[in-house]
């Protein structure tokens, strides 16, 4: 498979680790907690150009993260979206809400520039992250 | 089965028909070609609290409804998303969009207030949509 992921998703991002259909990066933006899920087929830009099969993977791996991360998180609301405004390979953006965030109730693209995680902070939200994408209970 | 259209939904938008899971909304704003998908579910907030089977129907007619609109207005990207962030009933934004629309490549929400349809567009947008909404082939 000659799937490769968007130059911009791996500036910007860090990968955690694969699901069946998708690959699981970590928004390096520590102002929100952020997965974004790439499914790993080449070429694709809309949802809906995935086979049947790969749709119903796709709901599947993306309320797996939603449902983990809420929990782990305690978000007041998940915001999931499949924008690809910017950058066209398709890619399902997963972001942990609080009433109390800077960008609610707008949502969060485009408005803020990124704060990257620190050092420390990376680390904590790595250990904490990559437990349940490797535990793959889904 | 006691299922609610949320006000604001209810205001916003003209309903345009049923799909096996989802109600299907018109977002009257003439801006955007905005079609809204509400599982006529009780009490739900999240894709992730819906039975496997209902994520599965949901992905089912989201595809549908994303793949028809971008045929039909020809777009350059959908904007598939559920927000929630002033609205908490579950439901599903699907946008299209275009390289020279007014909000390109921000996100539409928040960012406009609607221009609602005028009489003669809203006839013509509705025959176009409730053709596919009907077909239901999907």
Same mark, same amino acid.
């Given at each position: 498979m000659s799937f490769k992921l968007h130059?911009? *998703? &791996? /500036?910007?991002?860090?990968?955690?680790? +694969?699901?069946?259909l998708c690959r699981v990066l970590l928004m390096n933006d520590s102002q929100f907690p952020w997965l974004i899920l790439v499914p790993e087929r080449e070429n694709m830009t809309e949802i809906h150009q995935l086979t049947t099969n790969d749709q119903q993977l796709l709901i599947r791996e993306s309320s797996y993260i939603a449902e983990k991360l809420a929990l782990q998180f305690q978000a007041d609301k998940?915001?999931?979206?499949? *924008?690809?405004?910017?950058?066209? +390979?398709? @890619?399902? @953006? @997963?972001?942990?809400?609080? &009433? !109390?965030? /800077?960008?609610?109730p707008a949502p969060i693209w485009g408005k803020f520039d990124a704060v990257a995680y620190t050092d420390k902070e990376l680390e904590? !939200? *790595?250990d904490m992250? &990559?437990?349940?994408?490797?535990?793959r209970e889904y």
């Open positions: 130059p911009i *998703l &791996k /500036k910007d991002c860090i990968e955690l680790g +694969q699901l069946e998940m915001n999931i979206a499949a *924008l690809g405004n910017m950058v066209p +390979q398709l @890619h399902i @953006h @997963h972001v942990v809400r609080y &009433k !109390t965030d /800077k960008a609610w904590v !939200t *790595l992250l &990559k437990e349940f994408i490797n535990s």
